[in-house]
């Protein structure tokens, strides 16, 4: 195996560039997989735009095992997972063309699920389980609600809303999402009960009417002040409730106006156990075993919610090779990527 491989590495002004670097080697609990195919996030724009030249971008990843490294894998098994990209101490990055991980972080990728539709969903995928049942606190699907309750998803057509719906309907939620009129098929076909178009100017009262003001969980996708305002209205006004949100929220607490409100935010980070700075986010700055133990347990029942067709992957866009994602992530940022994964061909 080559000493060197080609990576999409950040440098100065805030871009990136395709170079040579060296190929992982594996530490101690850790594989290397040679990627096939990595899915994009906005993650992975933002991190462009804040980390210092040098680091690695990317998340998500499908490949083969290619050092099992005395792990329970086989080499060339299909693999998929995801990785805390551009970070150091390890180094970690999937926009490459091989990538180390822990050996518990990946999944196999069953026979009918393509390497594109694998990469598109680990990083969404765990922001949804770790929200929905580690935060939110819902019943899991191995044990369903056996009582039907309300749960919203705001901005059901992002990436993580549209597991966070599957996810929800397995737990024996009646799942309300919010999206534009044109995805509401979409929506539905997801196992939405009911959608609500968001530019409705009424859509929070139409919300509070459907659950006859019962509704106490939301996982709100898009997290802008603005929305995490408005779903607040959505919640029972006497019972209040508990919104989850993927981006950090400390600057919009003082906006709601129902004390009985619980407002945390969650970062799909935590799952590789180490404790984390990243922006004011809840729940991240101490060792988080019990996180990443929650994210081993659903890379293990993936394959099969997969196979079985319980969980469908986004819609993924092909979009090049690697040296494409500098492209893509342009129009991530600019806000054209809409209910879909961008993915890339690495090998």
Same mark, same amino acid.
């Given at each position: /195996?080559? @000493?060197? /491989?080609?990576?999409?590495?950040? %440098?100065? $002004?805030?871009?990136?560039? %395709? =170079?040579? %670097?060296?190929?992982?080697? *594996? $530490?101690?609990?850790?594989? !290397?997989?040679?990627?096939?195919?990595?899915? =994009?996030? *906005?993650?992975?724009?933002? @991190? /462009?735009?804040?980390?210092?030249?040098?680091? !690695?971008?990317?998340?998500?990843? &499908? $490949?083969?095992?290619?050092? #099992?490294?005395? #792990?329970?894998?086989?080499? $060339? =098994?299909?693999? &998929?997972?995801? %990785?805390?990209? #551009?970070s150091t101490n390890p180094t970690r990055g999937a926009f490459a063309e091989y990538v180390a991980t822990e050996a518990s972080l990946v999944y196999l990728i069953p026979d009918n699920i393509s390497y594109q539709d694998a990469a598109a969903i680990p990083l969404a995928f765990a922001t949804a389980v770790q929200a929905l049942f580690q935060r939110l606190k819902l019943p899991e699907p191995s044990n369903p609600a056996k009582n039907v309750f309300p749960f919203l998803v705001n901005g059901g057509t992002s990436s993580v809303g549209q597991y966070a719906i599957q996810l929800g309907k397995l737990a024996g939620a009646f799942v309300i999402a919010t999206g534009s009129s044109q995805n509401h098929e979409l929506l539905k076909s997801l196992g939405a009960d009911a959608v609500i178009n968001y530019k409705d100017p009424n859509w929070t009262e139409e919300v509070r009417k459907l659950t006859h003001n019962g509704l106490e969980l939301v996982l709100d996708c898009i997290s802008q002040p603005s929305t995490v305002e408005a779903v607040s209205k959505t919640l029972s006004p006497t019972k209040g409730g508990h919104i989850v949100t993927t981006l950090a929220v400390d600057k919009i607490r003082e906006k709601i106006?129902?004390?009985?409100?619980?407002?945390? @935010?969650? !970062?799909?980070?935590?799952?590789?156990?180490?404790?984390?700075?990243?922006?004011?986010?809840?729940?991240?700055?101490? *060792?988080?075993? =019990?996180?990443?133990? +929650?994210?081993?347990?659903?890379?293990? /029942?993936?394959?099969?919610?997969? #196979?079985?067709?319980?969980?469908?992957?986004?819609?993924?866009?092909?979009?090049?090779? +690697?040296?494409s994602i500098l492209a893509g992530l342009k129009e991530h940022q600019e806000g054209k990527v809409r209910a879909e994964k961008l993915v890339y061909k690495i090998s």
């Open positions: /195996m080559a @000493s060197k /491989m080609k990576a999409l590495v950040t %440098v100065e $002004g805030k871009t990136a560039q %395709v =170079q040579d %670097v060296d190929v992982p080697k *594996p $530490g101690g609990g850790e594989i !290397i997989v040679k990627t096939h195919y990595v899915a =994009q996030n *906005p993650t992975d724009w933002k @991190s /462009m735009l804040s980390v210092p030249p040098g680091r !690695i971008l990317g998340c998500d990843f &499908a $490949g083969t095992v290619h050092d #099992s490294n005395g #792990s329970h894998w086989r080499e $060339g =098994q299909r693999v &998929a997972g995801f %990785v805390f990209g #551009s106006e129902n004390e009985k409100v619980k407002l945390e @935010s969650t !970062i799909v980070y935590t799952v590789f156990g180490r404790p984390i700075k990243y922006d004011s986010f809840d729940n991240c700055g101490e *060792p988080t075993p =019990q996180d990443k133990a +929650l994210w081993e347990k659903y890379l293990a /029942m993936l394959p099969e919610l997969l #196979s079985k067709g319980k969980i469908k992957p986004n819609k993924v866009r092909e979009r090049g090779g +690697l040296d």
